[in-house]
């Protein structure tokens, strides 16, 4: 099995061990997690340049459209988790 050294900061190197974490197992599941986002983002890339090919790019007001979309999609997300807090936050604890 290929072996590969890494080092980390003496703040993190204390909070892997004060939590009784394996250093090795999050970096392997960071740099999978890391890859497969990376494949994600190439395969929407891909897809966004077959769209554009067919179509076209958005024009100027389905732009404007897309972003209203995604900052009420954002609002509605953030109030939503500020709501869950909320909750949580007025649960009695046991």
Known sequence: MPR???YLSD???????SQG???SGLLQDAVRAHCERQEK???AQEYVEEV????????AEETEWAENKAREI?????????AVAARQASLPED
């Open 4 to 6: 590969m050294q890494v």
């Open 11 to 17: 703040e993190l190197y204390n909070i892997v061990k």
């Open 21 to 23: 974490l394996s250093a």
């Open 41 to 43: 983002i190439r395969a």
């Open 52 to 59: 554009f090919a067919e179509l076209g790019p958005p024009t």
């Open 74 to 82: 954002i609002e509605s997300l953030r109030a939503g988790a500020e």
